[in-house]
């Protein structure tokens, strides 16, 4: 009986290398060059995504038609940046600016109007991330405004929103900060929340835990990645209350392997080294997705990491494969278990999975 089921474990490994041989995603052109740095996958039909250039983007069609939405209210500003974006449907969505003005915009019609639920009047304030555990609770966090993070919670779908007292946050070490890369420094399950940093000086990477949905704060330190001036954690993902991935490395040298990638057991409260292989550089974004292999009649779960050079994947966060040389900023997975990037050029794509891989 081990025999048998140890043979079938072998084949369905093979039929899924053999899968991912070929090329997992189907692109979408959305009309413009922009490089889109926030994602929100609705469904297979509804994504939403922005960047530079002050683009927002959405599709209702799973990706064959895709129409530019602007904010009249900040369309005059020259360098305007999006990086922080959610999603309820087609007509509901959030997005916040990376830079000045700090304010976060809502729409309840597809983006013909927005309201400005949130701004921040301070320089320093500079968002990197937004997510929400339900349709009603969110939470956004800023660079470090006074030396804490910024970080704004709402409690109404986004429609206002109030600051995190300071001292429930913990102080920032000397040019520390968070990356804007892919909207995904921050990562909430339940009433959990983790944010990933970076910058400044040479040494480990820390990352912030919340038990509370934000209301206080504590801090771990991420020793396999290390931070600097353009290196640290970019991306955070976990999997229930304890299985969690970090990604990460030096944007600015993307092909380098070493302190790209940290792993969790207990809820972010410790950190290591995967046991075998490591994604193939440095890498912007980290998701867990179900997904289906041509052969079998249920789903399995993986994991995702893009970065500019490529994409790779992994069954156990131990033992990294590459999964395309297509790379991507941001992933983000729908309700419906669809996963999604973006990237530079306006390029948008969906992941094809096992069972579509042709």
Known sequence: MLRICFLLIVCHLLSVTQSFGQEPWQNFDTTNHASLRGLAAVSRDVVWACGSQGTIVRTLDGGSHWNRISIPQLDKLDKLEFRSIHA????RAIVATAGQPAVIMKTLDGGNSWLKVYENLSPQAFFDGMRFF????????SDPVDGRLLIVKSLDGGNSWSVIQPSAIPKMEVGEAGFAASNSTLFVSENNAWIGLGGGTAGSSRIFRSSDRGESWTFERVDPILRGESAGIFSVAFV??????????DYRKESTVEHNIALSDDG???????????PRGFRSSIVSALVRAQSATTESRIWLACGPTGCDWSSDRESWQALSETGFHALSVSSDNVVWAAGSNGRVAKFLGWSDVR
């Open 88 to 91: 309820w449907d087609g007509n």
């Open 134 to 141: 339900n349709d009603q609770s969110g939470l956004a966090f």
């Open 240 to 249: 229930g209350e304890s299985k969690g991935v970090c990604v990460g490395g």
């Open 268 to 278: 972010g409260l410790s950190w290591r080294s995967p046991k075998n292989s490591r």
